[in-house]
């Protein structure tokens, strides 16, 4: 009978440790992070870094920054806010040039607070290359096409590339209806990463 208790406890240990472990080797527990891309965007751009948190600026129709990712991964999601003059989509582009990667959706995004939606993920190596792009659709006027920038106060261009931990952002551009207008700001569009 001991050992049969004995037996009966161990298999109720085992069977605790075994459930309760999460087989897949991923230190993250598979979430998307939000707030990869955002507190490196925010901590890079910040006030006192010299920059102006503009949220409706730039007029242009397509709004573009690159970036290199020193981790691997994946691109599990995309933050935005449209501007007070928009409640219409955009198309979201994220296209890993390194590998060739990419996700292309119609989004619509809060008007009143950043907002993350889910994506189809992009795979990312460490140092791989990526390419996040905002273009709006079916605009009827200039002021429709703005959107969050961060600018130096000093109205220079971004002295890219800059690191803020894991993400080096590389460059910018802003162009459609006018431009391209190369490293002028940092334009708003993290993205979520989870780390393999």
């Known amino acids: 009978m001991k050992k049969f208790k004995t ?3 161990l298999s109720v240990i085992s069977l605790f440790v075994l459930s309760s472990c999460d ?4 230190m993250t527990n598979n979430v998307c992070d939000d707030s990869y891309v955002n507190t490196a965007i925010t901590n890079a751009f910040s006030t006192a870094n010299g920059y102006d948190d503009l ?11 690159r970036i290199k990712i020193n981790a691997d991964g994946e691109i599990c999601s995309v933050g935005y806010q449209n501007p007070s003059s928009w409640t219409g989509d955009y198309v979201i582009e994220i296209i890993n040039e390194t590998s060739s990667a990419s996700y292309s959706g119609t989004h619509s995004f809060s008007q009143t607070q950043l907002d993350y939606q889910i994506i189809t993920p992009v795979a990312v190596s460490a140092g791989d290359i990526i390419k996040v792009m905002r273009t709006i659709s079916n605009n009827t006027s200039l002021n429709e096409t703005v959107g969050r920038v961060l600018r130096k106060s000093d109205f220079t261009d971004v002295p890219y590339p800059i690191t803020q931990g894991n993400v080096e952002f590389l460059s910018s551009n802003f162009y459609g209806s006018g431009g391209p207008v190369p490293n002028l700001g940092q334009p708003y569009i993290p993205l979520g990463f989870k780390v393999n």
Do not use: C, G, R, V
């Open 7 to 9: 037996f009966a406890i």
């Open 55 to 65: 949220p409706e600026y730039m007029d242009l129709k397509t709004h573009q920054y």
């Open 23 to 26: 087989n897949d080797d991923d």
